[in-house]
């Protein structure tokens, strides 16, 4: 027997079950969950939606603060909300600018790297322009990788 009520916690919705003590009696209860409401059957917008890499994470990171440099990135005349990126910066020692941003070198390997680019279009957030240069499409741009605070660092130089 036990000597106080014991909780089998379920999902929200789901029953409940409380041993009462002494007594080997069950109660069976819907119990709603604390916290923010969702409706029900619904989950919480998945991180990193389409199982990109880190690479891949990585390098649209930096594709997402190329396509905001004015000298680097212009509207897509095919498609409506892509942005061309036209050049890539390049690195100088450990390190290269984005803007007022500064990246480590290791974190954009993925900038030159092919494979990099065409598995990021395949998932449809960029395409090559034909001429050497990507297109950063809509769903690219609106993409959260969660990485830009740990890869774009303030400038001091």
Known sequence: MLSHPEVACRPEGRP??????????????????????????A????????????????????AQALAR???VASPDEQEAGAIRIEHFPHPHGNHFHLGSAVV??????GLFV??????????????????????????????DTGLAGEILHGSDH
């Open 43 to 62: 989950m919480p917008p998945k991180k990193n939606p389409l199982n990109l890499n880190a690479l891949q994470l990585k390098t649209l990171t930096l």
């Open 16 to 41: 409940s079950i409380f041993l009462l003590p002494g007594s080997g009696a069950a109660v069976i209860l819907r119990i709603a969950r604390h916290g923010p409401s969702h409706k029900a059957g």
């Open 114 to 143: 092919a494979g990099v680019w065409a598995a990021l279009e395949r998932k449809g957030l960029t395409r090559g322009d034909g001429i050497g240069g990507v297109v950063i499409r809509p769903a690219g741009l609106a993409y």
């Open 69 to 71: 440099l004015p000298n």
């Open 104 to 109: 480590a070198t290791k974190d954009a390997s």
